[in-house]
């Protein structure tokens, strides 16, 4: 991720908010806004991920802590976002299987999906074709464009396939 990335990130992400379930947020967020949450997920270490073609950026994916609290320390949730050109090209699948390679190498142990809406089908595939699998829906949670949303949550391991703590030290 570099600066020049930020004004397509936002535009990618602002679609998403104005035609589609997948964010909750009502009005796109800046690019001062999205400059800060980018900036805040490489403070922490963590990957934000860019697909490009011809010199378009066409996704993003990136991790974030799941929890505040320090008992979630080893767990993340992703978030990708496609421009709607490039949908069911493979684009997001890649994003999300590079963006798990990293977390798991950065030490750390499971990564959970927070997919808007139930009928979100295509995110809901992409996760299960990474590895995810469903671990529980809320049922109407959310509201958006006047009707009530679910929210599905799904899981990836990442590490430690026993109940072996991880080593602290390891996590930021």
């Known amino acids: ?26 009005e796109p967020p800046s690019l001062a806004e999205m400059t800060t949450r980018a900036q805040s997920v490489e403070e922490k270490g963590l990957p934000f991920l860019v697909a490009e073609v ?51 190498a950065l030490g750390y142990r499971e990564m959970i999906a927070v997919i808007g809406d139930s009928a979100n089908h295509s995110s809901i595939r992409l996760h299960e074709r990474a590895g995810f699998v469903e671990v529980g829906v809320f049922r109407n949670i959310g509201f958006k464009f006047g009707r009530y949303l679910d929210s599905v949550y799904m899981q990836a391991q990442l590490n430690a396939p026993d109940n072996t703590p991880l080593d602290p030290s390891n996590i930021p």
Do not use: M
């Open 54 to 104: 011809a010199l378009q950026i066409v996704g993003y994916a990136y991790a974030s802590p799941y929890r505040p609290r320090a008992g979630y320390r080893f767990t993340l949730e992703d978030s990708v976002y496609l421009h709607p050109k490039f949908s069911k090209q493979g684009i997001g699948l890649q994003l999300l299987q590079e963006l798990l390679a990293q977390c798991g």
């Open 1 to 26: 991720l570099v600066a020049e990335d930020l004004p397509q990130i936002q535009q990618i992400y602002a679609n998403h908010v104005l035609v589609g379930t997948g964010s909750w947020e009502w």
